[in-house]
């Protein structure tokens, strides 16, 4: 409880933590602008068109801002001390390489889990607010058949914030783990989605983005990403996003000097 205590004190105390998560709550802003730019372009279109309009669940759209917002904010949280030499007082006090680890990962994705809800079930409640029953009521359903898939969405913004400390880790660099991260939420799936069939399904099918709706079961029709996982397939490949970098970070660290 030292060790957790100590890296909570750590984490509030910096500036660039209450901006870096300001920034990711900031999601519900934009899935709100998008709302009323949404509904805007609804209410100008004429009948015909409203009954063939769609709209994409907006909270999987800015779903990627506290995602990288939080990525970012578990990257810093051990490359910050490791390019200040703070690391080696740390490890001074806590010379099991394991607990602070385990205390850093706690708190970063506490924080991420805290900010993923706020941002995602946010953007919901409001964008449900704007477009009430338009789009073929697409935001007017039971809250009950959306929650499953709600759920799944932010917990994927924690697993964001252990992979950027894991990557942090293994790395000792912030611009190598936040470029992976990067190449993760935006490069990597706009070039799966150009790769020929079938490896465009099966790739875009092990994506962070695709499985939130496979832990569902929802078949995905109009994504970069594929839907081949069923759902504990889907559900283990979450955890390995952020389980496999912590562990291999955990085992070099044991083996090299700070």
Request: proline residues 5%; glycine residues 10%; positive net charge.
């Amino acid at each position: 409880m030292g060790v957790l205590s100590s890296e909570w004190i750590k984490l509030r105390s910096v500036r660039s933590t209450h901006l870096i998560l300001a920034l990711g709550v900031s999601a519900v802003l934009l899935g709100y602008a998008l709302a009323m730019m949404a509904a805007g372009m609804y209410d100008d279109a004429p009948p015909e068109q409203r009954l063939s309009a769609r709209i994409a669940d907006l909270e999987e759209v800015v779903v990627i801002v506290p995602q990288l917002c939080i990525g970012i904010l578990g990257t810093l949280a051990i490359t910050s001390e490791y390019a200040s030499g703070m690391i080696r007082t740390s490890l001074t006090i806590v010379p099991r390489r394991w607990p602070m680890l385990a205390a850093k990962s706690t708190v970063v994705g506490a924080l991420g889990l805290i900010t993923g809800a706020t941002a995602v079930f946010g953007t919901y409640a409001v964008t449900r607010w704007v477009l009430g029953d338009r789009f073929s009521g697409a935001y007017s359903g039971a809250f009950a058949d959306r929650l499953p898939l709600l759920i799944a969405i932010s917990v994927s913004v924690p697993v964001f914030a252990l992979l950027g400390l894991g990557l942090g880790a293994l790395l000792r660099s912030s611009a190598g783990a936040i470029a992976i991260i990067v190449g993760l939420v935006y490069v990597i799936p706009m070039i799966i989605g150009n790769i020929p069939e079938p490896w465009s399904e099966r790739l875009g099918s092990v994506m962070i983005g695709a499985l939130p709706r496979e832990i569902t079961g929802d078949t995905i029709t109009t994504s970069v990403y594929g839907s081949l996982l069923p759902p504990a397939v889907a559900a283990a490949v979450l955890v390995a996003y952020a389980a496999l970098p912590l562990l291999a970070a955990a085992w070099l660290m044991r083996r090299r000097n700070a």
